[in-house]
C-alpha cells in the first residue's frame, strides 16, 4: 500500500525552463510534507516542506504547492540549472497526536535531468 | 554546517557476514533513524530512537538486524547474518525534537552494502 506516489521515474527539462515534479498522497492524516534531492552515492539533502495549513511554500528557484482536496503536491523549480539533475523524493508525515511517532513516508522519487 | 556522519561509506560483505554500521547524529539532536533505501524506491523506516529509547522498530526484521544507541547520541545498526536481499543504501537521518511535530530530519551520507 504505497501511501505517497510519484508516478513519473524521469523528467528531462531544458536549462532555463521550468521543471515540475508531481507527487500524490492517499492518507488524510498527512499535515507535513517534505522535498528532498539526492545526488547518486550521497544521502538525501533536504529542500523545502510546507504544512497543511499552506497551499504554496516558496523558497528562491524552489516553489511547492498543496492542493489538500485532491491530495497533490508539486514541486516547481524555476529556472532549472544543470546542477539541479538529481533525484527528488516527495515525504509526508502525519499530524501530531499520542500515536503519531513522526515517521516520514517516501514516494518512489523522480529523477530530474536538466539538459544545458 | 553541522552534518550526520555515517562509516563506512561502502561495504561489501559475504551472505552469512555479519556487518555494523554506525552513525553520529548532528550534536543536540534527540531523536535518530536507520532507513533503509533499495535502488528505484524511496527510503523506508527501520528504526526510530527518542534519547536512548526505540519509539518505532516495527519494520526492523528483528531475527537479524539489531539497533542501539546505549548513550542517547551515535547508533549502531547491525546485521547478522547478511543476506543477499540486503544489498542497499543504509540512512540515517537525526531531527531535533521528538520527530512529532513540524521538523525537518536532515540524512548522513549512508552506508552502500553489498551483500555477495
Known amino acids: 500500500d504505497q501511501q505517497v506516489k510519484q508516478n513519473s521515474p524521469s523528467l528531462s527539462v531544458q536549462e532555463g525552463r521550468i521543471s515540475i515534479l508531481n507527487c500524490d498522497y492517499t492518507?488524510?492524516?498527512?499535515?507535513?510534507f517534505l522535498w528532498y534531492k539526492k545526488y547518486p552515492a550521497e544521502g538525501p539533502t533536504f529542500l523545502i516542506s510546507?504544512?497543511?495549513?499552506?497551499d504554496k511554500n516558496e523558497d528562491g528557484r524552489f516553489t511547492v504547492f498543496l492542493n489538500k482536496s485532491a491530495k497533490h503536491l508539486s514541486l516547481h523549480i524555476v529556472p532549472s540549472q544543470p546542477g539541479d539533475s538529481a533525484v527528488y523524493f516527495c515525504?509526508?508525515?502525519?499530524?501530531?497526536?499520542?500515536?503519531?511517532?513522526?515517521?516520514?513516508?517516501f514516494g518512489q522519487g523522480t529523477t530530474l535531468q536538466v539538459k544545458p | 554546517e553541522a552534518e550526520v556522519a555515517q562509516s563506512p561509506r561502502y561495504k561489501i560483505t559475504e551472505k552469512s557476514q555479519a556487518v555494523a554500521f554506525w552513525c553520529d547524529p548532528i550534536?543536540?539532536?534527540?531523536?535518530l533513524y536507520w532507513y533503509r533505501q533499495i535502488l528505484g524506491q524511496g527510503p523506508e523506516l527501520l528504526v526510530q530512537?527518542?534519547?536512548?529509547?526505540?519509539?518505532?522498530d516495527s519494520q526492523l526484521p528483528k531475527d537479524r538486524f539489531s539497533a542501539e544507541r546505549l548513550k542517547g547520541v551515535d547508533s549502531t545498526l547491525k546485521i547478522q547474518p547478511a543476506e543477499l536481499g540486503d544489498s542497499a543504501m543504509y540512512l540515517c537521518?537525526?531531527?531535533?525534537?521528538?520527530?512529532?511535530?513540524?521538523?525537518?530530519?536532515?540524512f548522513g551520507p549512508g552506508t552502500r552494502l553489498l551483500v555477495l
Open positions: 510546507i504544512s497543511s495549513i499552506k
Open positions: 492518507n488524510s492524516m498527512f499535515d507535513y
Open positions: 530512537f527518542q534519547d536512548e529509547s526505540v519509539v518505532d
Open positions: 537521518a537525526s531531527s531535533l525534537g521528538s520527530g512529532r511535530w513540524r521538523e525537518t530530519q536532515y
Open positions: 550534536s543536540g539532536h534527540a531523536t
Open positions: 515525504a509526508a508525515k502525519e499530524g501530531n497526536g499520542s500515536s503519531n511517532t513522526g515517521k516520514l513516508i
